[in-house]
C-alpha cells in the first residue's frame, strides 16, 4: 500500500550537517520526496508534536531541544512508507537501534537522537497535517518509478 509519513531531522542533525546525508537514505531507498520544509519551530508546535509526552520527565528538555534551532520536516510516500522509514531510523534509544539504520550508524544519545519518523498511520496523517499545509504537499511522478514501484495491476 502507498503510504505518507513524516520525518523530521531534528536540530542536532542540522548542526551536525547531516541533513543531506539523512535525506539521501531515503532517497536511496526509493522514497519519494512530496514535502519539505526547513522549519524554526516555535513553542507551540514543539508542544503540541510531541502532546503524548507532556507527562513525561523529559518533556521540557525535549521541547528546548526542538525549539533550539530549525530542523527539516519532511513528507515521504512510497510502498509500506511509514514502516519502512520507521525501521530505516531504527530504534529510539540510539544504543539499542541497529548498525545500518540512521540512529545505530550516526546517533548515541536518546535526547539526540537525529530524526523522528510517524511511528503509524493515524499518527502519520495527523502529524502530516500538524507541519505541512494540504497544498504544500506534492503529487508528481518520477521516471525512475518504473524501476522502484511495482506495476500497477
Ligand atoms: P522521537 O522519535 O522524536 O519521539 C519522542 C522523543 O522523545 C524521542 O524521539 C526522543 O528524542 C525523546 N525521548 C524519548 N525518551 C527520552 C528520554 N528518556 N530522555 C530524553 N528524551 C527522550
New binding site residues.
Given amino acids: 500500500m502507498i503510504e505518507r509519513t513524516l520525518v523530521?531531522v531534528?536540530p542536532d542533525g542540522v548542526q551536525r550537517l547531516l541533513v543531506g546525508r539523512i535525506i539521501g537514505r531515503f532517497e536511496e531507498r526509493g522514497l519519494k520526496i512530496v514535502g519539505l520544509r526547513l522549519v524554526a519551530v516555535d513553542r507551540g508546535l514543539a508542544e503540541t508534536h510531541?502532546a503524548v509526552?507532556r507527562e513525561?520527565?523529559?518533556f521540557p528538555?525535549?521541547v528546548a531541544?526542538i525549539t533550539s534551532g530549525p530542523l527539516v520536516a519532511m513528507a515521504l510516500e512510497g510502498p509500506n512508507a511509514i514502516g519502512v522509514v520507521r525501521s530505516m531510523?531504527g530504534a529510539?534509544?540510539p544504543h539499542e537501534a541497529a548498525p545500518g539504520s540512521i540512529r545505530g550508524d550516526l546517533a548515541l544519545e536518546?535526547?539526540?537522537?537525529l530524526?523522528?519518523?510517524s511511528?503509524g498511520a493515524e499518527t502519520a496523517a495527523a502529524e502530516l497535517a500538524l507541519w505541512f499545509a494540504p497544498g504544500d504537499l506534492v503529487d508528481y511522478g518520477r521516471d525512475v518509478d518504473r524501476w522502484v514501484l511495482a506495476p500497477a495491476d
Avoid: E, I, S
Fill in positions: 523530521l531534528k510531541y509526552h513525561k520527565p523529559f528538555g525535549l531541544f531510523v529510539t534509544r536518546t535526547a539526540q537522537n530524526v523522528h519518523a511511528d
